[in-house]
């Protein structure tokens, strides 16, 4: 068989697919994804306070995809970590703990409070596109990511990633922390978006706007995860619109080593991530190719 393993610096997939941040919340859902197939999973973006987010609606589908604000709703760090992260342990793969923070501190604190909890890995949420001052006013700012991943980098022995949304200054972010000591980078968060009802002549969800997610993403972030292949030494996780075993080589083929799902989730169940990989291991085996490392940047020119 395919060998699907591959290491994103100091951690270890079974697999290239990862579950993305936001989608499944509780702990024991966590470990269902796990259980389901897939290589890791992400927790929602965790706060250091708890935020009730937004009233509904929160999340209404579009063509090609969904449009949320779901307003990063959570207990709040402290309990999550405590409650739920245990739980997600269980699932017997990676468990990537997601941060949200308004400024560098927070982010340095939530950080510590992960690793010590049990988290495998963490990922700085620096694109969030649909709450004031957390997450993308930081990601378009390569000053602000130098800043924020190096702070954190520094009280950290545990892999870091960052996430990061479309901007004109997504290479100059990306560069940034990488040269921080970013451990790899995800690529791409969902993008401003909005929806209106035109018989009641408003928008459809409560914060008016939201961030656009699923299949009509996928060619944004293509094409971001290909430039940034060309300019960085750590790894690319790509993100967006990945819903089947063809989405995912797209993203191999372009520069990414591992692919978040998220949307597809939500539209197809869990059993996404084992179909994803039982495509992968047919492409492979039709492909004449050995594993997963072999497809990364393999793009023909």
């Keep these: 068989?395919?060998?699907?393993?591959?290491?994103?610096?100091?951690?270890?997939?079974?697999?290239?697919?990862?579950?993305a941040s936001g989608v499944?919340?509780?702990?024991?859902?966590?470990?269902?994804?796990?259980?389901?197939?897939?290589?890791g999973v992400v927790t929602k973006s965790l706060t250091k306070e708890r935020r009730e987010g937004y009233p509904t609606p929160v999340v209404v589908g579009v063509k090609g995809g969904l449009v949320n604000a779901v307003g990063l709703a959570n207990p709040g760090a402290r309990e999550y970590l405590e409650q739920e992260l245990p739980r997600a342990k269980g699932g017997g793969g990676p468990v990537?703990?997601?941060?949200?923070?308004?400024?560098?501190?927070?982010?340095?604190?939530?950080?510590?409070?992960?690793?010590?909890?049990?988290?495998?890995?963490?990922?700085?949420?620096?694109?969030?596109?649909?709450?004031?001052?957390?997450g993308l006013e930081i990601g378009r700012d390569p000053g602000l990511v130098r800043e924020t991943v190096g702070e954190t980098r520094g009280v950290l022995n545990i892999p870091l990633f960052v996430k990061l949304g479309f901007s004109d200054r997504l290479l100059d972010s990306s560069l940034s922390a990488e040269k921080a000591g970013a451990d790899g980078v995800v690529v791409l968060n969902t993008l401003p978006a909005m929806v209106v009802d035109v018989y009641a002549r408003r928008p459809v969800l409560s914060h008016r706007t939201g961030g656009l997610s699923g299949p009509a993403l996928h060619?944004?972030?293509?094409?971001?995860?290909?430039e940034l292949y060309h300019h960085l030494s750590i790894p690319i996780?790509?993100?967006?619109g990945v819903e089947d075993w063809r989405t995912a080589v797209e993203f191999l083929l372009v520069g990414a080593r591992a692919v978040q799902v998220g949307s597809a989730?939500?539209?197809?169940?869990?059993?996404?991530?084992?179909?994803?990989c039982r495509g992968l291991s047919t492409y492979l085996?039709?492909?004449g190719l050995h594993s997963i490392g072999s497809l990364v940047g393999g793009l023909r020119t």
């Design 237 to 240: 996780i790509g993100c967006g």
């Design 285 to 287: 085996k039709e492909e």
């Design 219 to 226: 060619p944004v972030a293509l094409y971001c995860v290909y």
């Design 265 to 276: 989730v939500v539209t197809r169940g869990l059993g996404v991530f084992s179909e994803i």
């Design 1 to 19: 068989m395919p060998d699907l393993t591959v290491r994103l610096g100091k951690l270890r997939l079974r697999n290239p697919t990862i579950l």
């Design 24 to 39: 499944l919340s509780s702990g024991s859902l966590l470990r269902r994804a796990l259980k389901e197939g897939a290589g």
């Design 96 to 134: 990537i703990v997601s941060l949200a923070g308004g400024k560098t501190e927070e982010f340095v604190e939530l950080a510590s409070m992960a690793e010590e909890a049990g988290a495998d890995a963490v990922e700085l949420n620096l694109s969030c596109p649909h709450v004031k001052g957390h």
